[in-house]
């Protein structure tokens, strides 16, 4: 069995899962403190926005060397920043901040990866509003599970 540091970080990175999940379970099923479960969480959930390096550079790849790949994210791209720019445009990068803050289901940094991806918003601006999202989210997902916990206990 993992650590239960490392088992926080992992699930803390995975889609979907993200801190909705990890900062209840490492407290309540891991045993970490709640200062331990944030800071662990916050560490694997701002993992994936590294993602946006690798999308990039395959997505290039394969637009470059592959006449399907090519047709596909020129379609995705063109219909996805038709009907979302104006949005885009007006939040810019805060809308990044927004999109990792809010503790939803088809929220969080994946989620951000990818619209800075296909907006073409750099890395280097994109990662420090994701990192502030995700200790947001993370902070408000604390605050919910401790507060879940102290109102069934009284």
Do not use: C, D, K
């Not at 650590?3 to 992992?10: F, G």
């Not at 219909?79 to 949005?87: A, F």
């Not at 803050?101 to 989620?111: E, K, Y």
């Not at 280097?124 to 999202?133: D, S």
């Amino acid at each position: 069995m993992l650590p239960p540091e490392i088992m926080t970080i992992l699930i803390a990175a995975a889609p979907i899962a993200e801190v909705r999940v990890s900062i209840p379970f490492a407290i309540h099923g891991l045993g970490l403190s709640p200062l331990s479960a944030y800071i662990f969480s916050v560490i694997g959930n701002v993992l994936p926005a590294f993602s946006i390096i690798v999308i990039g550079a395959v997505a290039n790849w394969l637009s470059h060397h592959v006449y399907l790949f090519n047709r596909f994210f020129a379609w995705l791209f063109e219909r996805t920043r038709h009907n979302h720019h104006e949005r885009v445009l007006h939040w810019q990068e805060f809308a990044l901040l927004i999109l990792v803050a809010i503790p939803l289901p088809l929220t969080g940094v994946w989620t951000a990866s990818v619209v800075a991806f296909v907006f073409g918003i750099p890395f280097t601006r994109a990662f420090p509003f994701i990192v502030v999202g995700s200790m947001l989210t993370s902070l408000i997902m604390l605050i919910l599970t401790l507060g879940v916990v102290q109102f069934f206990t009284q």
